[in-house]
C-alpha cells in the first residue's frame, strides 16, 4: 500500500495550479494525479447504477404517503360535502373530491417525509440518515504519491493552493495514478 494526500477542488484551473505548486516543491508528474469525482449516488456501483441500493431518504417515503393519502382523502370529503351542499347534490363530487385529495395528499406526504423524515428539518450535513458518515464531495481531486517524510509537506502545498478537505490514504498507486480510488470511502481528514 502506498501513503497519499489528496485534497479537492472547486475547478480544473484551481487543481492545475496546485500541481504546479506541487512541481516547485519536489514533486515529480509520476507522484501527481488529478482527477474529477462525480456527485454522490452516481459512481454506478449497481447494475441500474447509483451508489446504493435505496435512497437513504425514502425509507419512510410510503408512511408519509399513506397518513398524506388518509388526510387528504378526508379534507377533500369535506371540500365536496360543503360545495354539493351549496351547490350539487351529487355522489360523483364526493368521488372526486376525494380521489383528489388522497391524490394531492400522498404526494405532499411523500414529501414530507423525504425532506427531513417528517421532523420539519433537513438531515445532518456530515451523516446519511442511516447515521454513516457521508461521503466526498464532488470536484478535482489532486492525489500525491508520498513517503512518511514527504506527506506533512504535500498537505501544506495544497492548503495554500486552496484545497478543500486535505485527506490522508492508503491505497495503490500504479502508473502515476491513484489505481483503487473509492469515491464511497469517507474522507479520513489529515491533520496540518
Partial sequence: MS????????TFDHAEAAIDK??????????????????GGQHAR?????????????RWTSLGAGAGAAGGAILGLVCA???SWLFL???????????????????LGALWQTRGGGRGRPPDI????????????????VAVHVSPQTQQNAAQVLEQAGG???ERANGRWQNGQWADFDPTRTVEPMRL
Avoid: C, W
Wanted: proline share 5%.
Fill in 3 to 10: 501513503l497519499i494526500v489528496a485534497s479537492r477542488f472547486t
Fill in 22 to 39: 506541487l512541481h516547485n516543491h519536489g514533486f515529480v508528474d509520476e507522484d501527481l494525479s488529478l482527477f474529477y469525482v462525480n456527485p
Fill in 46 to 58: 449497481f447494475a441500474v447504477g447509483g451508489d446504493r441500493y435505496a435512497d437513504p431518504q425514502s
Fill in 81 to 83: 360535502l360543503v360545495f
Fill in 89 to 107: 347534490r351529487s355522489l360523483l363530487v364526493l368521488a372526486v373530491a376525494a380521489g383528489v385529495g388522497a391524490y394531492v395528499g400522498t404526494l
Fill in 126 to 141: 456530515g451523516h446519511d440518515p442511516d447515521g454513516t458518515p457521508k461521503a466526498r464531495e464532488s470536484g478535482v481531486l
Fill in 164 to 166: 478543500m478537505e486535505v
